[in-house]
């Protein structure tokens, strides 16, 4: 008998100690994550970016495409501008418009000596607009101000017109185009700040969805429809983008 109590008794002792033991334990693992300013509340995001480029082609070879006479250009500006309602928190907008034009006047394509084709009177010209609502999350490299991570997610709607026109006089033929799309991605980047008002950011789209819908008309007779959609799981290489942002 002595020996349950004696038993019972230091199971008891065991058991009060057990919550103590607990708490210990659950403080030794507690993580302690210390959250850094990087993007301080109350601070604007601006910048824009502006692409063009123009290319004149006459009697130009490449591949089995030879004697190639025309040219090309294409124009892009993307303005941004976001707000940090939080520390490393920041909400706001993007606009794009982008325009191309394309210009053959003629080409041959040779596949061998006795096989070639001859491509004349091409004319192809489009435009889009977008408007995307963005959403960041910054994150610093350890201690540092200068270096860090953010998260981007992209909601984006926009479409656009195209035309494209072939041959001449009778035999002219022609396709108007209007299209329209729905991006919903993720990118993630990284950002290094030059002073305390600039960066520059590079960021890679790794996780998206894409609707693209197009009605096409040709020689204002035939009307046609055409339904796309897209996921992407993976890093899109294409997809990589580069810009200098004002931290204001």
Known sequence: MYKIKRLLLVLAMFGAMLPGYRAQA????KRHLEQVSFV???AWVAGVSVSYSQSNQDHYQFLIFENIDGDTYSFKVSPTLMFCFK???????RFSYNRQRTRLNSADIVLDSETSYNVDNLYSISHNYFGTGLFRVYMSLGRSTRFG?????????????SKLCNGSGDNL?????RNFQLNVGLAPGLAVFLNNYSAIEV???VLGFNYNHTRSTTDQIYIANRHTQKANFKVNLFSITFGVMFYI
């Open 26 to 29: 659950q403080q030794e693992y």
């Open 40 to 42: 301080p509340k109350g």
């Open 87 to 93: 520390d490393n928190l920041t909400a706001g907008a």
């Open 149 to 161: 991570l953010f998260n981007e997610v992209q909601v984006q709607l926009g479409g656009g017109q």
């Open 173 to 177: 033929s022609g396709t108007f185009e």
């Open 203 to 205: 960021n890679v789209g």
